[in-house]
């Protein structure tokens, strides 16, 4: 084991002056204190997850003040045209005969308004017991103000007349009734938008339940999806009968070509027979 040598006179003589040039001008303890074995202990290690203790002359720390609450979300304003529609809607529900339901849609407000000159409502005999449901009046239709009077209406006339039918006929048997799903013509006699279309629904809805036909024939693919809440075409379901739910009735409807359609594709007035006659069938009760 190595031994410490002692310090000689002449070192401590020495260590003294130094620490009287550091400033140190007198002893504090009676016994002598060895700062280098003090230096040489490990400093005693904190506890996991325990912070140190926090000195008396520390001021204690401040809470974080809360962040202010974020302000309240204005509330949505209500989309104007969907209010219109449930305006509408409700409107027309309660209307207790086709006169006033007419009046209904001829107030009210709607952005196809601008390019039309009125509202097309009906013609034909109410209480007929078929109902024709076209798409939307045409520039004659928009002038006269009744439903299928242009050249589109002159074919459907000759179509209905070869089964029997006549609309200016005060029989109910012998007579139709007709009626749209849009009463304001569309710019250029573009076809309906949708939105359109589930505006003025529950209005032809009111005036099928009033007007009380026992057969609906939908003109074109507008009324038929509409009516039978489908989006398969018109191609696929004419000719074939369906059963329209409205206010609580059934009644059966059948598809057409749109008279327009088969002014421009002649060749289709052969399936456009075949569905006449069957309708023809449906009336006799067959």
Do not use: C
């Not at 209005?203 to 939908?218: C, G, M, V, Y």
């Amino acid at each position: 084991m190595t031994q410490t040598r002692p310090l000689s006179r002449e070192t401590l003589k020495a260590a003294l002056g130094w620490l009287a040039e550091l400033g140190v001008d007198e002893t504090l303890a009676e016994a002598p204190q060895d700062r280098y074995a003090e230096a040489l202990r490990e400093a005693p290690r904190l506890k996991s997850g325990a912070p140190p203790a926090a000195s008396a002359a520390q001021p204690r720390a401040r809470p974080a003040a809360r962040p202010a609450p974020a302000p309240a979300a204005a509330p949505v304003a209500p989309d104007p045209q969907e209010a219109a529609a449930a305006s509408l809607a409700s409107a027309a529900r309660k209307a207790p005969d086709l006169d006033a339901l007419k009046a209904v849609l001829e107030a009210f407000q709607h952005p196809l308004r601008a390019g039309a000159r009125r509202a097309v409502f009906e013609d034909g005999l109410r209480g007929a017991r078929l109902m024709v449901v076209g798409e939307a009046p045409g520039a004659d239709e928009d002038r006269l103000g009744k439903p299928f009077v242009g050249r589109s209406g002159q074919l459907l006339d000759k179509m209905l007349a070869a089964i029997g039918l006549d609309r200016s006929k005060s029989d109910p048997k012998e007579a139709f009734y007709l009626g749209n799903i849009l009463p304001f013509r569309p710019p250029g006699n573009r076809t309906p938008s949708l939105a359109e279309v589930e505006v003025f629904r529950p209005a032809l809805e009111r005036q099928i339940a009033l007007a009380r036909p026992e057969i609906l024939l939908l003109a074109g693919g507008t009324p038929t999806k509409a009516l039978l809440r489908t989006e398969t075409g018109i191609m696929r379901l004419r000719g074939t009968w369906s059963l329209v739910q409205v206010e609580g009735r059934e009644l059966p409807a059948l598809p057409l070509f749109h008279p327009a359609f088969l002014l421009r594709a002649p060749a289709m007035k052969a399936l456009a027979w075949r569905d006449l006659l069957s309708l023809r069938r449906r009336l006799d009760g067959g």
